[in-house]
């Protein structure tokens, strides 16, 4: 095999000159995951209002990092001011199903606000808080309490004629005349095995489909999602928390058995004139995406099939439920759903596809797709349309794969796309409605998240929040220790293009440096990129060691034939690549090849096990393994499945790629951690590997975080995962392999 290297890899210069007159210091693990955050106020959940008069964001407070309150800046003035300070209102306990979708979106261990929405006219805000729903008005500051029950209200939305609020409780879909107060139940069906008005596991945790609600344009109807879990096998999760251990009956769809069997419904603002929409014959398909035409007039069903290679838009009469289908996107291996369709006022829409090898954009106008961006490139989301100039704006690497930036282009005379964001940044982006505001938040290996408001041109307008690494920022005392990132690539055995990213201490000749070696490896995370980077990966830098990373075959942004490479074939290409990079780095002459410490987590855990199973003898010293998937039956249907098939039909591409069966195989030492409560990797994985190794009299090291989830949640738990990788690493790789 032959290995090519973009860069050479040099002494590396320090990124960051430290502010005059600030001490510093050495950066520890404790500080990393204290309050205030170590790289700034990061806001999250940014979003302008859909007249782009106001932006609303998330901020944690400074004594708090974990606990958001909602803040809103006036941009037409660039003042920011807080709207609703989340310590002031609820403090009501929240149901299991809110906590679990919370942990669908990644903000299980977060406080205060969570998520919120604009209202359509752009006056107010809805804030789900601690069980009970606030409407905030933006102008005065005025919160109005909305529910007030022991019951926990999600899944809430205003409607898109900003006449009612609309949630889900006790597995039914309410509605609130906003004018008068009263509420009414929409649905009655909600009980037992059916939920209605929210959606369903896989759709949370696997499609990015968070809502089971849609509403019409004039409010004259909304479309309805329920779903019946009787089909759906039942497993006891087991809590285990410090106080005690609870069970839960919970239905989870594994890979190979049946799925919800879902309807959609049409309904008046009232829930009568009820119309069931026809999805087609086959039972066995996911409700992936739910849009409205822009008249109303429309009710747009994307529709995949349960091997996801083929999804169907289909066009619905909102009165009867009638479909018919408007266009079908085919696939050898899966499709990617994205959130690209947008429909346009005069009866086109814009649509994404991967249809050439890479995602791009599309306009379908009477039956015929018409390509807006082309080349070997990825158009990574849709992110706003101007329809009176018929621009759309986007996020892609046309710039190069390092990097993510927002383009615009003219849909009706497409042309070279316009980059908007400067070089040297990974920039992410949303916009108002009618397209003439943009919220950017960019980021670079030397610069911690910044929020900015530009106008459609790209001209930055205001800060919305700068974080400067000025005196006063709190990573100041830490910088003269920072260390300058590293860009490079290699070839894979196929010939593909591999990049990597590096940070070294600073070299003394003839000195041979440990390697802490982080991976990823899974379908839809890309870990290389111009961005600022977790404070760990210094802090590692500043115990002495290296860091790495490296993007395998399979990860995304490259193209389907990059991403193609791991179907049925999960474990192989992926753990190959991380091979080709461990051969490599063993070579540098700064490198102590026989300290290389791989680790990861979740996906990146499993990749773990596999590289210490796959691995010659000497290639790693040891491993962490966080969250691991050890068996893929075990995991839900529609990500395995989308990668491994169904294993009702076909069980050899799951026999191949577990990681249980070839565990006897690992010599190297290694770290088994875990959260007890895990629902996404169910902690049922590592307890299993646990007993093969030890019914074998196998060693490993194991830490096992009780009442946890899929990762371990508060500053002291964060900071104790952590060191007790350090102190693993220490014994197993620094002290026994020593200079």
Not at 13 to 41: D, H, M, N, W, Y
Not at 581 to 587: P, V
Request: contains cysteine.
């Amino acid at each position: 095999m032959r290995f090519l290297v973009a860069a050479a890899v040099a002494p590396l210069l320090l990124a960051l000159a430290p502010p005059p007159g600030v001490p510093q210091k050495k950066l520890t693990i404790e500080r990393i995951f204290a309050s205030p955050p170590i790289s700034g106020q990061t806001p999250r959940l940014l979003k302008l209002s859909p007249d782009g008069r106001y932006a609303a964001l998330l901020q944690p407070r400074k004594e708090d990092r974990e606990r958001f309150d909602l803040w809103a800046m006036d941009t037409s003035t660039g003042k920011l001011r807080m709207l609703v300070d989340s310590t002031k209102i609820g403090g009501g306990e929240i149901s299991e199903a809110e906590k679990m979708r919370r942990e669908r979106a990644r903000v299980g261990g977060s406080k205060g606000i969570v998520e919120y929405e604009w209202a359509p006219d752009g006056t107010s805000i809805l804030a789900p808080v601690d069980g009970d729903l606030y409407l905030a008005d933006v102008a005065t500051g005025a919160v109005r309490r909305l529910t007030s029950t022991l019951a926990t209200e999600i899944d809430a939305h205003v409607s898109e004629g900003g006449r009612f609020v609309s949630f889900v409780r006790d597995q039914n879909l309410y509605a609130i005349d906003l004018a008068s107060g009263a509420e009414r139940a929409l649905t009655t069906e909600g009980k037992g095995t059916v939920t209605c008005g929210t959606a369903e596991f896989v759709a949370q945790e696997e499609m990015d489909r968070r809502t089971g609600t849609w509403w019409a344009p004039n409010d004259s109807r909304v479309a309805v999602e329920c779903y019946d879990e009787a089909k759906v096998q039942v497993v006891t999760r087991a809590a285990i928390g410090a106080s005690g251990t609870k069970t839960f009956e919970q239905r989870y769809p594994a890979a190979g058995t049946p799925n919800v069997a879902v309807t959609l419904w049409l309904m008046n603002p009232d829930g009568t004139g009820r119309a069931k929409v026809d999805l087609g014959s086959d039972p066995d398909i996911y409700l992936a995406r739910v849009d409205w035409s822009k008249d109303g007039r429309t009710l747009y069903v994307q529709r995949e099939s349960r091997n996801q290679k083929r999804l169907d838009l289909l066009a619905v009469d909102p009165s009867t439920g009638a479909s018919r289908p408007v266009l079908t996107e085919t696939a050898k291996t899966w499709i990617n759903l994205n959130d690209d369709f947008h429909p346009l006022r005069d009866g086109s829409f814009i649509w994404g596809s991967e249809r050439s090898g890479f995602h791009h954009l599309y306009r379908w106008v009477d039956g015929k797709l018409t390509a807006i961006t082309t080349g070997d490139w990825s158009m990574t989301g849709l992110v706003g349309v101007d329809e009176r100039d018929h621009r759309l704006f986007f996020t892609g690497n046309k710039d190069g794969v390092l990097e993510s930036h927002v383009y615009s282009v003219d849909y009706l005379k497409p042309a070279e796309p316009r980059r908007l964001t400067e070089a040297g940044y990974w920039n992410t982006a949303d916009m108002d409605k009618a397209g003439t505001r943009l919220l950017v938040t960019r980021s670079s290996t030397d610069q911690p998240p910044q929020t900015y408001l530009a106008d459609a041109s790209g001209k930055r307008i205001a800060w919305v929040e700068e974080n400067r690494l000025d005196a006063s920022h709190p990573y100041a005392p830490y910088m003269a220790a920072h260390r300058a990132v590293k860009f490079g690539t290699l070839e894979a055995a196929d010939g593909s293009t591999l990049h990597w990213e590096m940070i070294t201490p600073l070299l003394e000749a003839g000195k041979k440096y440990p390697v802490f070696f982080e991976h990823y490896g899974g379908p839809g995370s890309q870990q290389v990129k111009r961005a600022w980077m977790n404070p760990m990966a210094q802090y590692w830098i500043g115990k002495g060691w290296i860091y790495f990373q490296v993007d395998n075959r399979g990860s995304p942004n490259r193209g389907r034939a990059f991403e193609d490479q791991i179907y049925h074939a999960m474990g192989g290409v992926e753990v190959e690549d991380q091979a080709t990079a461990a051969r490599w780095l063993q070579k540098q002459p700064f490198v102590d090849a026989n300290r290389i410490a791989t680790a990861g987590w979740s996906y990146g855990g499993y990749m773990s096990l596999k590289m210490l199973e796959k691995a010659p003898k000497g290639l790693y010293a040891a491993a962490i393994v966080g969250a691991p998937v050890t068996r893929w039956a075990l995991y839900d249907t529609h990500y395995t499945e989308r990668f491994l098939g169904n294993p009702a039909v076909d069980p050899k591409p799951y026999q191949s790629s577990d990681a249980l069966e070839g565990a006897l195989k690992i010599d190297e030492p290694f770290l088994l951690i875990h959260g007890m409560s895990d629902d996404n990797v169910v902690f049922r994985n590592s307890t299993m590997l646990a007993d093969e190794l030890q019914a074998a009299n196998r060693p490993f090291e194991m830490m096992f975080y009780v009442g946890q989830t899929h990762r371990p949640a508060g500053e002291g738990r964060q900071a104790h995962v952590q060191n007790t990788i350090e102190r693993f690493l220490d014994e197993k790789v620094v002290s026994t392999n020593g200079d």
